[in-house]
């Protein structure tokens, strides 16, 4: 029987206009689908990540995250995991840490962008900017053309929401060879030029035919021909879907 962690149905047209969009077939550089809770929307950005994994591909669960460094950490932690070097971005870090005892007037023999690191290094907002370009610029380098899966928008507070719609997602989508794909109850609205570059997408309930397939992929012979039945009770929600399956003990002798 197969595992049931990595089954996957359905959401062929999303799937496939993912692949359109990492393959560069797609005017759309970014995918954002939008739902409610249940209907599907992790497993979709898995099955995407899963599928491009050779690609260069990044996931992040912003239901774990707190802080804004903490989504830089994660993608630089991942990138060393694929073995992409990041020089840049430890260069800005290690510079930023030290600064407190760096005595400004002993840089100015320095290179200037050291120097501007230093001397802005107090200013939150300009370090964070600092560190983000370093580790951007880097993963766009990557000659796989990387992937960027930001998970579970809406559990970010209003702060980290803000810097995802008006920082992260903007200077992601600024690097042409890089594909994003976000999912949420509620996803992010950007402004021009970047929103011209994202397609929305709304994730219906399943369908009889993809509870049909589920059932089928997971070798459950007894529940054959009722697939309508667990469709209706359940709303075609995914996730209401899963739960009742996820409970089912094939009787012995069958499957």
Known sequence: MPNREHVHVDRAEQLARSAAVVDRSDEQQAL????????????LLREIYR???ATGVYYVDL???????DVLRDLARQARRQDVPLPGYQAVRSQLAQSATVNVHDMRA????????????RDHRIQLEAKTDALLDTLAGDARSPVVCLDGFEHCEAPMRGWLGTELLPELLSRRGTSVFVAGRHVPSLAYPHVTAVRTLALPPFGVDAVEEWITTLGFDSLKGQAAKIHRSHDGVPGLIREFLDLHIEPLGTG
Do not use: Y
């Open 32 to 43: 954002f689908f939008e739902g409610p809770e249940g209907i599907g929307k992790t497993s």
């Open 51 to 53: 599928r491009h994994a």
């Open 63 to 69: 239901e774990r995250v707190v802080e804004k460094d």
């Open 110 to 121: 320095r290179n200037s962008t050291i120097q501007m690191v230093v001397n802005t290094s």
